[in-house]
């Protein structure tokens, strides 16, 4: 099954260059990406009008099955949000109700250009049931303390299989609301599988605060001295690193991920990632939930991501648009884990945007790397492609299950979370 | 003419209450909005299929034609931004430029819900041409100080019509731009007519201390020595305000129009919206021009009104999603003199947008009015409707001129100006 795109502009992402030119997908995978393709009879031809194909955005934190708290607890304190409205929701969580808010959260990703999520949510194999049949590209992090190491490993070895549309990678949720005990067992179990490990750190002042009463010392030096680290891995929302930590980061080729939207809204703070930037770290960008957020949606995090540090570092030039693209891009798909998603080329999967270079907000032409990032919105995609399958297209779904089906099955739960 | 809207919900912005009804136009104007409508036999009806309908946005602070320079100077230092890119480009307009220009921001605004503007700019007449034949509502702002003050008086007096789709403000472009005897001139006219006036004011720091330096006041305390804010006004931008100047806007029933998206990606500041809101000032939303910012859209501003207050308060409850609806919204209309845009009631103009609540960014139903706020995006535009005419629906544009033509036009300008 060949689907080839003609007559479009074309980033790879492998440059900041844009061309015109064709793309072929062959099953999953991109198969041609030139100037003109004369291979095989296409089965399947879309003219892109001189819009633009780019690799998919990658969310690189997100607890997607959390859109039933959407709206449901803003402009309240931190404390009452967390424990007075979100806490006592998931309590009432029963069998299939993961799985039917996170078919709700991907359709929002696909209006996003969002191709994969970093989902870090209890009950794996709900997020993978309903990523598989809506055919979107989920990464499982263990979060669940409850879960025995032994399951841990288990998914690690069925779930990460060669061109898988789900992987796992090892996980906490933070250092604050995890044993030592349980930090140890899944450090041990990394080392075994030479695996990263992934959590939220640094996210708050308290957070920090609380870690260096309990240890001693901040988080990322606290976890680094367990061998947290060891093999990679990163953090979601560091907003609070000391410099030391950022070295300990830089050490370990760890990926910084970065969620402003949600830090903002829950008065969190902002994270400094020009510095980061300039240590070399590596930045990919996620939006969180929808409980905090409250939307799944790239571009807003893209604009904050450079803008926020333009204003807090006092200089408009800071944070230049493309490398900020690149992280919502290249680097998300490095934080995730899939090397095969980053760009455009030849073997990679078909995970695939177009971008509506008619929309009003992309006119005129002046830098389209920059457009996006600084005046685009969900609005400009024009279609969402994940592992050579036409899932969005203008404006419409084409899943292979009942958009409005989804929708009513989650306010169902909602409304029974809520009472 | 009647148009009925069937299976709505409807958020008048009278309250905050949502409800289930109908409501219908008759030409320009709301004729009914209720439960059910039984009155003369409708010429055309739309099912809203319970999608919400609400009054349009009001750009409360703009440069339409500004778009010309959307993402040809981004991420440089500030003056190079405006004395090397903004201004060379501005230099070289000819007749009709504003005029096509003004024409491709529309468009934009269609797409964001914005169903008016407070458009300071350039060639009045280029504006007004352009508004009407699109069908959009543009309050125009003297800008220019080569105008002579009996020009402003002159178009004041013409195109401040009732039922008008374009009115007209004074205003001058900022203190540290305009020379004092303009200044007062202006002020003398706006005496005058007991009109208001409007310019940009506490935009950067550098601002408030060149007026420091030039006048021993800060700009608001200067301005109100002349007799500025006699008749009201406000100012555009208001980062840097002492608790002077607030008390003096407060004195004068000024508005507050922010901007905070051209804020942070200028490094401009942070506007201490909370402290204003506090001392009971009234508080407007703009977009800035797409050179700053760079896109049209009331979405992405709405959210940073709050999100912004949140965290440089260090606290998630302020800042009422509700509350920012409401500046978008009725504070706007108030802004921009369109007392009759503000709300949806009987004999008000239908200016009225239908926000689509099935965009899975809409769903589950928790809060309609917060989840517009925290989670829309112009994706979430279904219509806009401008004076009883639907501009744009489903994400087509319905306005008598050639969309593509529109575009087109603005890229040769655009050419042309940065050669």
Known sequence: MITLFKNARILTMKSSEIFSGELAVKDNKIFYVGEHYDGEVPDHVIDCEQNLLMPGFKNAHAHTAMV????????????????KTIFPMEEKFEDGDIYNLTKLGILEYLTSGITAAFDMYFRVPEIVKASEELGFRSVCLATSSAEPISLLKERFETLNKPDALCSYVLGIHAEYTTEE??????????????????????????????????????????????????????????????????????????????????????????????????????????????????????????????????????????????????????????????????????????????????????????????????SGSKDCVKMTMINGKVLYYNHEFFVDQDVNEIIEKANEITKRLKT
Chains 1, 2 share one sequence.
């Not at 039933?68 to 424990?83: G, I, M, Q």
């Not at 020009?274 to 770290?281: D, E, I, N, T, V």
């Open 68 to 83: 039933f708290a959407r709206s449901c607890a803003d402009d309240l304190p931190l404390h009452d949000w967390l424990y």
């Open 181 to 374: 005990e349980r930090i140890k067992d899944v450090i041990k179990l990394a080392h075994e599988l030479k695996a990263p490990i992934f959590l939220h750190i640094g996210e708050t002042e308290a957070e920090v605060k609380g870690c260096v009463e309990r240890h001693g010392k901040t988080p990322v030096k606290y976890l680094d001295s367990l061998g947290f680290f060891d093999y990679g891995g990163g953090g979601f929302h560091c907003n609070f690193f000391t410099d030391e930590e950022v070295e300990i980061f830089k050490k370990h080729n760890c990926y910084i991920v970065t969620c402003p939207c949600s830090n903002l809204k829950l008065a969190s703070g902002i994270a400094p990632l020009y510095k980061y930037q300039k240590a070399g770290l590596t930045i990919a960008i996620g939006t969180d939930g929808a409980g905090s957020n409250n939307s799944l949606d790239m571009f807003k995090e893209m604009y904050l991501v450079s803008a926020l540090q333009k204003v807090t570092n006092h200089d408009p030039s800071v944070m230049d648009g493309f490398d900020v693209l690149k992280m919502a891009t290249v680097n998300g798909a490095k934080a995730l884990g899939l090397n095969d998603s980053d760009v455009l080329d030849v073997g990679k999967n078909a995970d695939i945007i177009m971008i509506d270079l008619k929309n009003p907000a992309m006119q005129p032409i002046n830098n389209i790397a920059k457009n996006i990032v600084y």
